[in-house]
């Protein structure tokens, strides 16, 4: 599956953005979906995921509360809302797709356990 990245911008702190990752190619149904990040010299860090089912969502403490995970298996989207935003927030914002390994396969926060990725959309916040 390819991913496609977009949505990114440059936002005042405390302002809104909408990511979208589209994919072509493989069964979106079947791959959990997440949301990493990586800011200038740091690793690459979890966000949000959500299981293949779209029934389940994770979110790391940074972002519980103030971004929301969604997906449309009709158009093959993930969607990540990024509400009241800080400057801490600025990064480097990639999707990711991991193909269910059974039914059981849920939720994946570690940037190992996925199979693919898009090019990464940049996120900068103003304070």
């Known amino acids: 599956v390819q991913l496609q990245a977009s949505g990114g911008g440059l936002v005042q702190a405390e302002g809104s953005l909408r990511l979208s990752c589209t994919a072509s190619?493989?069964?979106?149904?079947?791959?959990?979906m997440g949301w990493f990040r990586q800011a200038p010299g740091a690793e690459r860090e979890f966000v949000a995921a959500i299981s293949w089912r779209g029934d389940a969502t994770a979110y790391a403490v940074s972002a519980r509360g103030r971004f929301t995970i969604s997906r449309d298996d009709r158009k093959k989207t993930l969607n990540l809302r990024l509400n009241r935003l800080k400057a801490e927030d600025t990064a480097v914002y990639y999707c990711?797709?991991?193909?269910?390994?059974?039914?059981?396969?849920?939720?994946?926060?570690?940037?190992?356990?996925?199979?693919?990725w898009g090019q990464g959309t940049q996120v900068t916040v103003s304070s």
């Open positions: 990711a797709a991991r193909y269910r390994r059974d039914a059981y396969d849920f939720l994946k926060r570690r940037v190992e356990e996925y199979d693919y």
């Open positions: 190619g493989g069964t979106f149904s079947t791959y959990i």
